[in-house]
């Protein structure tokens, strides 16, 4: 009969138990900061895309207001008489507002000296001259006219729309729930020129 000795190393068995013990707990670290590392990039990606989605609305109902302004610009330009509720303003130039941004909403307009545009502008088409070769044409009675402005035939068409803006936006963007977009378009009278 045989005797069998078992001689166990209890160093050995416990730094291998040890060793496989904090591989295991590695790999469980390791996933634990991809999982994380994923949930942040995920988040980032969704705000991006949020974004683009938001400003692709704005610019689909900027360019909405502005086909509707047109229209109803291109309509009264078709009519007998122009019936537009305002008269156009000589401008110049806008001057910036406080966010030192060209034309946005807070700038001012320049009003332009009617005599600028006269002296300079219709001048050059010498309408004294030109009214002897053909008598009440359109460039004599514009610089006749103490408004010559007035006289260019000119009608307007406005639209304006409401945008919601999409959940968490509407703080980032303007503190409100919504953006109005609107819209403004001048045109020369074309009846009788068709």
Not at 126 to 155: F, K, R, T, W
Request: some cysteine; charged content about 20%; overall charge negative.
């Amino acid at each position: 009969m045989a005797i069998l000795h078992f001689r166990f190393r209890t160093s050995e068995f416990g730094s291998k138990v040890t060793s496989i013990y904090s591989s295991l707990t590695q790999i469980h670290n390791r996933s634990g900061q991809a999982i994380v590392e994923f949930a942040v990039c995920l988040i980032v990606v969704v705000v991006v895309i949020t974004g683009l989605i938001q400003i692709g609305l704005l610019g689909y109902h900027h360019t909405q207001t502005m086909i509707e302004a047109r229209e109803e610009a291109g309509e009264a330009a078709m009519l007998e008489i122009g019936l537009s509720e305002e008269s156009p303003e000589y401008l110049v130039n806008w001057e910036e507002g406080g966010d030192e941004r060209k034309y946005s909403p807070d700038d001012e307009p320049v009003q332009g000296n009617v005599g600028y545009l006269q002296s300079r502008i219709l001048a050059h088409a010498q309408p004294s001259d030109l009214s002897s070769y053909l008598p009440n044409n359109e460039i004599s009675l514009l610089a006749d006219s103490p408004l010559p402005h007035y006289e260019m035939g000119l009608v307007s068409g406005t639209d304006d729309r409401t945008l919601d803006l999409l959940p968490g936006f509407s703080h980032l963007i303007s503190g409100s729930d919504s953006i109005e977009v609107k819209s403004k378009v001048w045109m020369t009278r074309t009846k009788g020129i068709y």
